[in-house]
């Protein structure tokens, strides 16, 4: 059964810094690509930042000078380093795999960027 786990987010002040945790289990993780998404109220959920299982790295423009994705083989976890956040960061970021074309979501950790 595949499960993943995000953790890391919260309530932060603009400018502010927050690391997301996605704890993957039930795959093969260093052979997936994984993905953070986010949604805000009302809005589609889009793609943030992408990291291949070779380590090759993709990065929407509105966060690419900001937000940082790696990943750890060896604790089966991915992360979304997030530094200088704006309100219009804020949202639901989900984590997502994609293992024989099937597409799995974590249940999403909120990230609140306020003064």
């Known amino acids: 059964q595949v499960q993943l786990v995000e953790s890391g987010g919260g309530l932060v002040q603009p400018g502010g810094s927050l690391r997301l945790s996605c704890a993957a289990s039930?795959?093969?993780?260093?052979?997936?690509?994984m993905g953070w998404y986010r949604q805000a109220p009302g809005k589609e959920r889009e793609l943030v930042a992408f990291?291949?299982?070779?380590?090759?790295?993709n990065v929407v423009d509105s966060v690419k000078d900001r937000f940082t994705i790696s990943r750890d083989n060896r604790k089966n976890t991915v992360y979304l380093q997030m530094n200088s956040l704006k309100p219009e960061d804020s949202g639901v970021y989900y984590c997502h795999a994609r293992p024989l074309w099937t597409d799995y979501w974590g249940q999403g950790t909120q990230v609140t960027v306020s003064s």
């Open positions: 039930g795959i093969i993780f260093s052979s997936n690509g």
């Open positions: 990291i291949s299982s070779g380590g090759s790295i």
